[in-house]
């Protein structure tokens, strides 16, 4: 039996509903870059940027949610970087895919990075693994795109790639929380 405090279950629950979200805009997000990826017109440079603006509203609900604690100074680290990411991928969307591949790395990076600990903080809430797993898998992801940039035939398709499986990340977590909360009750 889990035993986790009655403000603690209230976060689970409310990140356990943002991350059903998260998935649902990452498979979504994913489907339309895919389909658009051939080049950085008008939609795929807007979801690009769209992507991390995104992220720094899921970080303000979950920054919200948590209240206290030490996650949140790290989501709202994790807003300034994605904030910097979404202008920066603006701006590297006139320079071409090469560009838009290092500034989306960069920021998988440090975004990974901030996951792993905000993960790592929470593990008292159950459900983090997935989490600290996605955190590292998107460091070594951005790592992977900053390199893809060197390479001829640079393509944004990875990027697809990469938001389902962090969406894959999410459902699992929150199927997680959902159990752990489950638990709680019996």
Known sequence: ???????????????RRLYF???AFALVWA?????TASSLG????????????FDVVAAVLDARSARTGKPIAALYVNVAISLLAAAGLGFAASSGIPGVLRVWGS???????????????????GGQ?????????SVLAGASFI??????????????GYAT?????FLVSALRLGRGRKAQEQ
């Open 31 to 35: 489907g339309l870059l895919f389909a």
């Open 1 to 15: 039996m889990t035993t986790t405090t009655a403000p603690a279950a209230g976060v689970a629950q409310t990140l």
């Open 107 to 125: 920021w998988a990076i440090v975004a990974g990075l901030v996951q792993l600990v905000v993960g790592v903080t929470r593990r008292g809430l």
């Open 129 to 137: 693994w997935p989490m600290i797993l996605s955190g590292a898998i």
């Open 21 to 23: 979200v998260r998935f």
């Open 147 to 160: 390199f893809q940039a060197t390479k001829d035939g640079a393509s944004l398709t990875a990027l697809a």
């Open 165 to 169: 499986l962090g969406g894959v990340f």
């Open 42 to 53: 008008p939609v795929s440079v807007a979801l690009l940027v769209l992507y991390p603006l």
